[in-house]
């Protein structure tokens, strides 16, 4: 057996930093997160650098950003030219197992079969290609296109199952490989349709207090309109369970021995705008949208740190290689801050982040974040979230011009580089 660690890397779906206890809430309860958190390092200003579904995976995937990888929006596919995080794992002996919601090709929520040339190198697969429409009618996919395994009751609880067996698997193979192992839940994606004893502790409490929440915003995505009180109901509750599941995950690397020899990652693909500045789902750069929640733990992490500078998703596959003492792969366009969660270096707060999606691109350098237009790099808006962390001020207007600049210029070098150098 070899001495290289086990990776866990579980990712719900749209789990903004904010709506978790983590992440400053003080009404969504996720409490196993929480305790997991305190026992390694939590990234406090975690960035998805493309907030949507699809070019996440791709990021997560790749090494590169959506404009690098062509992977932009939901339904773009996986080019088979581009080494992926399977194949380097696998290239240092892993053995590589993923669990859940793929969503990279496909057309929108297509459930369906993933053929073994379309999962990115991942030969242990059991899972779907887009979204399931219902939470509590899911169902997943091994081997045979014809033969798809029926998710018992809520598809987070039968998810889990299935991960828990693997895990336990895993476990008790005595001469087995070292295994990465991913896990991708949907919930709390919405269509939100939480079990009772999840939604209950939201029942009856006003559940609405952010300054830039608006109170009268209507959720009408997937053919039905709620409030803002009755969707952050759904929404928070779906939250919890996704909390206790992953406590459960905890558990059998605890009861199977697993535990003092696997890092554990826990993050989410983007945000949710949950009401704030009016809107709902995902795809904008605002904090509510682009954050997420990132922590880690496991051999050779650090217990009860913190990393204050922002880190984003384009740096997870470098930093897992890292981790794991894996050669590096060239090209990814993100660094490593497995030092940071060691214990032993500093990440350099003064580092851009760069962002792409849509009609925008955005770069966030220390507590400025600026917004811009895609086509040319023309600034939308910008803001201090060290004096204004609900980005209720845009300061372009009134912004001193070297704090543009020092926003602008690296912004259009990446873009002219990375945006402008790709096909549209």
């Given at each position: 057996?070899?001495?290289?660690s086990n990776?866990l890397?579980?990712f719900?779906?749209?789990?903004?930093?904010?709506?978790?206890?983590l992440?400053?809430s003080?009404?969504v309860e996720t409490?196993?997160?929480d305790?997991f958190?305190?026992?390694g390092?939590?990234?406090?200003?975690a960035?998805s650098n493309s907030?949507?579904c699809?070019p996440y995976r791709g990021?997560l995937?790749?090494?590169?950003?959506?404009?690098?990888?062509?992977i932009?929006?939901?339904?773009?596919?996986?080019?088979?030219?581009?080494?992926t995080?399977?194949d380097?794992?696998a290239?240092g002996g892993?053995?590589?197992?993923?669990?859940g919601?793929w969503?990279?090709g496909g057309a929108?929520?297509?459930e369906r079969?993933?053929p073994p040339g379309?999962r990115?190198g991942?030969?242990d697969?059991v899972g779907?290609?887009?979204h399931h429409?219902?939470?509590m009618?899911?169902?997943?996919?091994e081997?045979a296109?014809d033969?798809?395994?029926?998710?018992?009751?809520?598809?987070?609880?039968?998810?889990?199952?299935i991960a828990l067996?693997r895990l336990?698997s895993l476990?008790?193979?005595?001469d087995?490989?070292?295994?990465?192992m991913?896990?991708?839940y949907q919930a709390?994606h919405p269509?939100?349709?939480?079990?009772p004893?999840?939604a209950?502790?939201?029942?009856?409490?006003?559940?609405i207090?952010?300054p830039?929440?608006?109170a009268?915003a209507?959720y009408d995505?997937w053919?039905?309109e709620l409030d803002?009180?009755?969707?952050?109901r759904?929404?928070?509750a779906?939250?919890?369970h996704?909390?206790?599941?992953f406590?459960?995950?905890?558990?059998v690397l605890?009861?199977t021995?697993?535990?003092d020899?696997?890092?554990?990652?826990?993050?989410?693909?983007?945000g949710?705008m949950n009401g704030?500045?009016?809107?709902?789902n995902k795809?904008?750069?605002?904090?509510?949208?682009?954050?997420?929640?990132?922590?880690?733990?496991g051999?050779?992490i650090e217990?009860?740190g913190?990393i204050?500078a922002?880190?984003?998703?384009i740096?997870?596959?470098p930093?897992?290689?890292?981790?794991c003492?894996l050669?590096?792969?060239?090209?990814?366009?993100?660094?490593?801050?497995?030092?940071?969660?060691r214990g032993t270096a500093?990440?350099d707060?003064d580092?851009?982040?760069?962002?792409e999606?849509?009609?925008?691109?955005g770069?966030?350098r220390?507590?400025q974040?600026?917004?811009?237009?895609r086509?040319d790099?023309?600034p939308?808006?910008?803001?201090d979230?060290?004096s204004?962390?609900?980005?209720?001020?845009?300061?372009?207007?009134s912004?001193?011009?070297?704090?543009?600049?020092s926003?602008r210029e690296?912004?259009a070098e990446w873009h002219?580089d990375?945006?402008?150098g790709?096909?549209?």
């Amino acid at each position: 057996m070899s001495d290289r660690s086990n990776v866990l890397f579980v990712f719900p779906d749209q789990l903004g930093a904010r709506w978790t206890g983590l992440g400053g809430s003080d009404v969504v309860e996720t409490p196993r997160l929480d305790a997991f958190a305190e026992e390694g390092v939590t990234c406090e200003r975690a960035y998805s650098n493309s907030p949507v579904c699809t070019p996440y995976r791709g990021m997560l995937l790749t090494g590169r950003y959506p404009s690098g990888s062509g992977i932009r929006d939901n339904g773009d596919a996986l080019p088979d030219d581009i080494p992926t995080i399977a194949d380097a794992f696998a290239a240092g002996g892993y053995h590589l197992c993923y669990v859940g919601k793929w969503h990279i090709g496909g057309a929108p929520h297509e459930e369906r079969w993933i053929p073994p040339g379309e999962r990115g190198g991942f030969e242990d697969f059991v899972g779907w290609q887009s979204h399931h429409v219902d939470h509590m009618d899911g169902r997943a996919w091994e081997d045979a296109p014809d033969e798809p395994i029926e998710l018992d009751g809520h598809e987070t609880d039968g998810l889990t199952d299935i991960a828990l067996d693997r895990l336990r698997s895993l476990a008790g193979d005595a001469d087995r490989q070292p295994f990465a192992m991913f896990v991708s839940y949907q919930a709390p994606h919405p269509p939100c349709t939480p079990l009772p004893e999840y939604a209950e502790p939201y029942e009856d409490r006003d559940l609405i207090a952010e300054p830039t929440a608006d109170a009268d915003a209507i959720y009408d995505t997937w053919d039905e309109e709620l409030d803002l009180q009755e969707f952050r109901r759904r929404y928070y509750a779906e939250i919890t369970h996704i909390d206790d599941a992953f406590g459960r995950l905890l558990d059998v690397l605890d009861d199977t021995g697993l535990s003092d020899d696997t890092i554990v990652v826990f993050t989410s693909d983007h945000g949710e705008m949950n009401g704030c500045h009016g809107l709902f789902n995902k795809g904008t750069f605002y904090e509510e949208s682009a954050r997420v929640p990132l922590a880690v733990r496991g051999p050779g992490i650090e217990r009860g740190g913190a990393i204050d500078a922002p880190v984003s998703a384009i740096d997870l596959f470098p930093t897992l290689l890292d981790l794991c003492d894996l050669d590096p792969v060239e090209p990814v366009a993100g660094s490593s801050f497995a030092d940071a969660l060691r214990g032993t270096a500093d990440v350099d707060t003064d580092r851009p982040h760069f962002f792409e999606y849509d009609d925008w691109v955005g770069i966030v350098r220390g507590a400025q974040k600026l917004l811009a237009d895609r086509s040319d790099c023309s600034p939308r808006a910008l803001y201090d979230l060290e004096s204004d962390p609900w980005e209720q001020e845009n300061r372009l207007e009134s912004a001193e011009e070297p704090t543009i600049r020092s926003l602008r210029e690296p912004l259009a070098e990446w873009h002219d580089d990375v945006v402008a150098g790709a096909t549209e």
